[in-house]
């Protein structure tokens, strides 16, 4: 990634973005063959994401250590809840798998979080990195005299 001198922003679309967070904590290390296969089916979903756009995904991170987190960036929460329920992608067999091989046995936790992100309702600076983030996702422009503090980049819904 090519590192952008200066300060930059994130230009929220008009409609907004959905911004879900999805991970994993391994609670017992050794039992590998009850985490190993939750860890393994995310790069699969991924993929599929990344050969059908449609679906909605504008961009992810990853985090790893003993709980991970993955970073979403949805054009739309009803895209969304879409992969989520499509039996045809690869979501529902993972599922599935870790309800049959994990259930509530408590080996490995999983986890999700979903925001819904209006513009003005969120605000984001990045100085001297390469795109990243929700800039990353959507759209990154040059902080402007209009947008120098966070309170200018979230409009009205910062104002106090």
């Given amino acids: 990634m090519v590192v952008r001198a200066g300060r930059w922003t994130a230009e929220v679309p008009e409609d907004g973005v959905t911004v879900f967070?999805?991970?994993m904590r391994v609670n017992r290390p050794l039992r590998v063959d009850?985490?190993?296969?939750?860890?393994?089916?995310m790069p699969r979903?991924?993929?599929h994401l990344a050969e059908h756009p449609e679906a909605g995904l504008l961009g992810w991170r990853p985090w790893f250590g003993r709980t991970t987190l993955l970073l979403t960036y949805?054009?739309?929460?009803?895209?969304?809840?879409?992969?989520?329920?499509?039996?045809?992608?690869?979501?529902a067999p993972a599922w599935?798998?870790?309800?049959?091989?994990?259930?509530a046995d408590?080996?490995?936790?999983?986890?999700h979080?979903?925001?819904q992100v209006r513009r003005g309702s969120a605000e984001a600076v990045y100085v001297n990195m390469p795109p990243f983030g929700m800039?990353?996702?959507?759209?990154?422009?040059?902080?402007?005299?209009?947008?120098?503090?966070?309170?200018?980049?979230?409009?009205?819904?910062?104002?106090s």
């Fill in 106 to 111: 408590g080996t490995v936790g999983v986890w």
């Fill in 34 to 41: 009850r985490w190993w296969p939750v860890f393994r089916a």
């Fill in 135 to 159: 800039a990353a996702a959507t759209t990154s422009v040059p902080v402007t005299p209009a947008t120098t503090s966070a309170r200018r980049r979230l409009g009205d819904a910062g104002r």
């Fill in 45 to 47: 979903m991924l993929r």
């Fill in 74 to 91: 949805w054009r739309s929460v009803e895209h969304l809840l879409a992969f989520a329920g499509d039996q045809a992608a690869p979501h």
């Fill in 113 to 115: 979080e979903t925001y």
């Fill in 96 to 103: 599935r798998d870790f309800n049959r091989r994990v259930g």
């Fill in 21 to 23: 967070l999805i991970g």
